[in-house]
Nanobody, 124 residues
Framework: QVQLVESGGGLVQAGGSLRLSCAAS????????MGWFRQAPGKEREFVAT????????YYADSVKGRFTISRDNVKNTLYLQMNSLKVEDTALYYCAAGSSRAAHTAAARYDYWGQGTQVTVSS
């Protein structure tokens, strides 16, 4: 079992920055990949970023590449998402998820545990 708690969401103007955090407990944090996903109202959940168990490999959705950075601290059992140059279309509920293996994946089906989400709202 893995418990995930996101924080750091909020309201920000376009062009601004936010850093999301995801605190994990339960299984050994350094043994599984982690990912960020988001879901906007009326839209399906979509992949944002993922990192392998060691943090050596990261992948991003094209829509956030160059603006968002995923990282993890395997000592603090925490996943991060640094979001810069935010756009109105980044507005969504952001979820962190724990993967079923060490390898990073972009598919939601490869993640076993999910947090409750943290809301990010970007105003124009």
């Amino acid at each position: 079992q893995v418990q995930l708690v996101e924080s750091g969401g909020g309201l920000v103007q376009a062009g601004g920055s936010l850093r999301l955090s995801c605190a994990a407990s339960g299984r050994t944090f350094s043994s599984y990949a982690m990912g960020w996903f988001r879901q906007a109202p009326g839209k399906e959940r979509e992949f944002v970023a993922t990192t392998s168990a060691s943090g050596s490999y990261t992948y991003y959705a094209d829509s956030v590449k160059g603006r968002f950075t995923i990282s993890r601290d395997n000592v603090k059992n925490t996943l991060y998402l640094q979001m810069n140059s935010l756009k109105v279309e980044d507005t969504a509920l952001y979820y962190c998820a724990a993967g079923s293996s060490r390898a990073a994946h972009t598919a939601a089906a490869r993640y076993d545990y999910w947090g409750q989400g943290t809301q990010v709202t970007v105003s124009s």
